[in-house]
C-alpha cells in the first residue's frame, strides 16, 4: 500500500539553487496536490492539478513550478530557492468523488540556506 | 484574508473528558467541511466530514456539528484519549474549488 509517496524526506538547498520534489500515488487519482506547512500558518496550497495536462495555482505559487504529464506524478520545481521557501511541503491526491479526502505523502522538509 | 479559522492555537484535555475543537469559516459558497488529525512528522490523515446539507456527523467517539448560520463548525472528541494529542486542521471547499485549511489546533490529552 504506497499510497503517496514523496522523495526526498529531507533536502538543504543554497539560495538560487533549483531542485524539483517529486510526488507519485498509485490509487489512480485525478486531483493531485501540493501544500505547504509553516508554523501558525497551518496548510497553504501551492499548486494542483485536477488530471493528466492540467494545472492551476493555489494560494501560494511563486516561485514554484509544477506539471502533470501523467495521472501518477506531479513533481514540484523550485526555480531558484530563497529562505523563505524553508518548509514541510506535502503532496496530496483524492478521487473525483471524494475531492475533499485527501490522502497525503509524508512530507519533504527543505531547508534553503 | 482567511477564510477557514481556528482561533485556539491549542488545547488541553484530560482523559476521558470531551475535547471541542472549533472552526469558523467566511465564505458562505463552503458546502463540504472536512477535519484532519496531524502527528508529527507525518502527513495529515482525513478523520470525518459533513456536507452542507446536515447539521451533525458522527463517527465513533468523534462528532462533526454544523451551524451554517453562525458559519461555524466544532468537533467534539468523546472520550478523548491519550493517542489523540495531534494537530487538528479544519477545511472546506466548495464544487470544484481547492481544499481550504485552517492553521489548527494543537490537541494534548493528558493521562
Known amino acids: 500500500n504506497a499510497g503517496v509517496t514523496q522523495t526526498p524526506k529531507f533536502q538543504v538547498l543554497k539560495t538560487g539553487q533549483s531542485m524539483t520534489l517529486q510526488c507519485a500515488q498509485d490509487m489512480n487519482h485525478e486531483y493531485m496536490s501540493w501544500y505547504r506547512q509553516d508554523p501558525g500558518m497551518g496548510l497553504r496550497l501551492i499548486h494542483y492539478s485536477v488530471g493528466a495536462g492540467i494545472t492551476d495555482q493555489g494560494e501560494v505559487p511563486n516561485g514554484y513550478n509544477v506539471s502533470r504529464s501523467t495521472t501518477e506524478d506531479f513533481p514540484l520545481r523550485l526555480l531558484s530557492a530563497a529562505p523563505s521557501q524553508t518548509s514541510v511541503y506535502f503532496c496530496?491526491?483524492?478521487?473525483?468523488?471524494?475531492?475533499?479526502?485527501?490522502?497525503f505523502g509524508e512530507g519533504s522538509r527543505l531547508t534553503v540556506l | 484574508d482567511q477564510q477557514v479559522k481556528q482561533n485556539s492555537p491549542s488545547l488541553s484535555v484530560q482523559e476521558g473528558r470531551i475535547s471541542i475543537l472549533n472552526c469558523d469559516y467566511t465564505n458562505s459558497m463552503f458546502d463540504y467541511f472536512l477535519w484532519y488529525k496531524k502527528y508529527p512528522a507525518e502527513g495529515p490523515t482525513f478523520l470525518i466530514s459533513?456536507?452542507?446539507?446536515?447539521d451533525k456527523n458522527e463517527d465513533g467517539r468523534f462528532t462533526v456539528f454544523l451551524n451554517k448560520s453562525a458559519k461555524h463548525l466544532s468537533l467534539h472528541i468523546v472520550p478523548s484519549q491519550p493517542g489523540d494529542s495531534a494537530v487538528y486542521f479544519c477545511?472546506?471547499?466548495?464544487?470544484?474549488?481547492?481544499?481550504?485549511f485552517g492553521k489548527g489546533t494543537r490537541l494534548s490529552v493528558i493521562a
Open positions: 459533513i456536507s452542507s446539507i446536515k
Open positions: 496530496a491526491s483524492s478521487s473525483p468523488g471524494k475531492a475533499g479526502e485527501l490522502f
Open positions: 477545511a472546506a471547499y466548495s464544487g470544484n474549488t481547492p481544499l481550504v
